[in-house]
């Protein structure tokens, strides 16, 4: 990941197109550098063509009168003259083209050279990282460049193009940096006295703020070698000056400058940030200091990169980020890690043919195409009929219980004129779960830590029976309102296996199915003669209560009570209303859905599906906030009249922003590539008993439980002393620590898994982008500690995480 000195100043030289004088202009500023700075290091990571040719020979050649300061290196060298990726391929083969570097192990072997450059001296050093061809030319792998450097994040300069069509090739390889994040601090390129490029790219980059500096053109390449040497000899002394002014100077004294204003920037931001901010779900008594502020400076696929500058142990040659894996997936939005380049571009392309548009009557393809996905193949196959878009999952929520209640309403009173008492209709649902922060959303909860002074628990919650692993056994743990009626002594019952805790369609005929059965319908009798409301939803979080405590629910009681509510009769049957029964039933899928549990939907799961749902966060990978609630047509036919007051009257100022429908789009056709992933198919095998056949998800109602994370490794964990209990599904993984002052107030999850936090170097970080010590940035809800992957976290990485919360764990014991 992204490397920052005190003492060491690194750009890395990108060039608009081939042929642009890339190495004749860093071999300037390397040679200005010398002046100034106490070493200079030049790195050509990738070198193709003769050795004489090779442009670190150059660079040493032409370094000046301060040479004996600068040191050059080139990391992969070939021999054939072509571009990167075939002259790896061809060293290494026919029939080896597993032996082709990879890209984490070409980063990694840069970042190395990078942090011993900085090992090599505590004066001010200078390091220049020139890059091959254009922006987009491709690294050994196959992979652009962009792609492949932006894991170490460095500020860069952009070698612009002097000749005819050079303005649009500068601007566009600008805009392609800025796309993926990248810091310009400078772009240079040569000066032309007939077409003058840069006359025009320092005023177009004027409100950009971008510094544009041009230098004189070298002579022509003189046929004999010996004057073609003095030639460039001589230009190099009259752009590089020994009196140390001129352009160059110009451009040292800038890049210098944009170095010390991000380290002052970054220096500065905890106390900004304390005097400024109000984060949410934090005490801030608890964080006054300035150490307590996690200042995050860029993130990369699972990877953060913060700042430690204020760390009493880091010297000049330490880097001031440090690398921290995304334990929580960012509050369980990230999908596709951080900054994924296709989602960029996908938000780019709607922001450029859209920005936001009015919707209500209206339509732009971005919404319907996702509308339709989500409808036919998607979450909502073979029940949903409309999609309903609002901006997040509270507010998602809130469109699903209006048009529920609505729903219910209509039936329940013979029709919209007589609706007289809805403001007493409640919901039903479990306790532990959270909608949103929202009041509607809250008013669907118990009373708890989440609700507000405005808050009105509206409904009646069960307690539900739970699924975990313990010493390497699955077992449901029920409730002693349901274990009291089967008069067990031991609340805790062990499930035939793992997989069979979620096949709901072979345990409906269990005794323990009938106890479920039998529980729900006597407490709804009773509910209907003493309760102050009347039950108009089901309200679900199916398979896991996210917020609650990582609770996975039995799916056998849920499935019980979604069938138990829709066998209610219905006392007012009315025509266009059927197409539900009992009460509608509303799943929020918010966090589960899109793969998080290793399945596109919890339906297969349930065996059923729900009247409404809701859905957002994998959604859009990550990137952007959207949500859309998915409705039955009975749903929808509940607010079709011809009164407008009948309407959904319900909307937000970026209902179905266009650039969130584009990103979440190109979202969910990457993870339709992902299923059939060799990484995807290998964690299944991992959990499957010698029992099943399958696990192959492409198949319709697919049930099979699987999860990311290493069946041993949950397995050890649920072994150790200090785990009470583990749980896992797709990228989740749950932990429970062994405490005795249980619940969300407890310190037990936080303080005994504090180490996981501290960047150490585990002898396994290889694996890791830039090769580095990292550390463990996730959450905690009281007595439970959470770790969450993205869809696509490479299998090395998540067994280096393993490794790093199994040794935390395992020192606790």
Known sequence: MSLLFKNLRVHQVFGANTDVGKTLLTTALVRASSYVAEEVYYLKPVSTGPLEAADDEYVKRFAGPHAAKVHGKCLFRFAEPVSPHLAARLSAGVGKQNEVPTDNHFINSVANHVRNCAKSSSGLQHLYIETAGGVHSPTLSGTTQLEAYRPLFLPTILIGDSRLGGISATISSYESLALRGYIVDAILLFRDGYY???????????????????????????????????????????????????????????????????????????????????????????????????????????????????????????????????????????????????????????????GHVMFPQAIHLPALKLAERLIHTGPGRGWASRAFFSDDGSTGMEVAIKMALRAFAVRSSGGLETRTKHRELGVLGLKGSYHGDTIGAMDACEEGVYTSEWHEAKGFWFEPPIVSIRKGRTVITLPQSIAADMHAEDPS???????????????????????????????????????KYTIAALVLEPIVMGAGGMLFVDPLFQRILVDVVRSIPDPHPREGTSGWSGIPVIFDEVFVGFYRLGVQSTIPLLGVCPDISVHAKVLTGGLLPLSVTLASESIFRAFYSDKKVDALLHGHSYTAYPVGCEVANETLEIIDGLRSSDSWREARLRWVDSSQETVDDSQAGNNTPWSFW?????????????????MSLGTVLSIKIAD?????????AQNILAGVKQAIDHGMDSQMPGGAPFGINYRTLGDVAYFMLSLNTPPGITRVVEQRILDTLSSSN
């Open 196 to 354: 003058r490029n840069s006359e025009y790219l320092r005023s177009y980059f004027a409100d950009k703020k971008v510094h544009v500096a041009d230098i004189d053109a070298p002579p022509e390449k003189h046929i004999d070698p010996e004057t073609n040497l003095y030639l460039t000899d001589d230009y190099y002394q009259k752009i590089v000056p020994p009196s140390q002014d001129g352009e160059v100077f110009n451009l040292i004294a800038h890049l210098d400058d944009c170095h010390h204003r991000r380290l002052e920037e970054l220096e500065s931001m905890p106390r900004r940030t304390l005097d400024t901010i109000w984060w949410p779900f934090v005490q801030h008594s608890h964080f006054t200091a300035e150490k307590d502020v996690t200042v995050i400076d860029s993130a990369s696929s699972d990877v953060f990169s913060t700042y430690n500058g204020r760390t009493p142990s880091s010297s000049t040659a330490d880097s001031l980020l440090e690398h921290q894996f995304d334990g929580s997936a960012s509050w369980w939005t990230q999908a596709l890690g951080h900054a994924h380049p296709s989602l960029a571009l996908a938000a780019a392309r709607a922001a450029g043919r859209y």
């Open 493 to 531: 019952l062990e499930a035939e296996s793992f997989a069979w805790a979620y096949d709901v369609e072979k345990r409906l005929d269990t005794p323990l199915a009938e106890t479920y059965r039998s529980f729900i319908t006597r407490s709804l009798r009773r509910l209907n003669n003493q309760f």
């Open 710 to 726: 290493d069946r041993e490794f949950v397995n050890i964990l649920s072994n150790l002393d200090a785990v009470k209990e583990v």
């Open 740 to 748: 005795a002052g249980s619940g969300y107030q407890s310190h037990s």
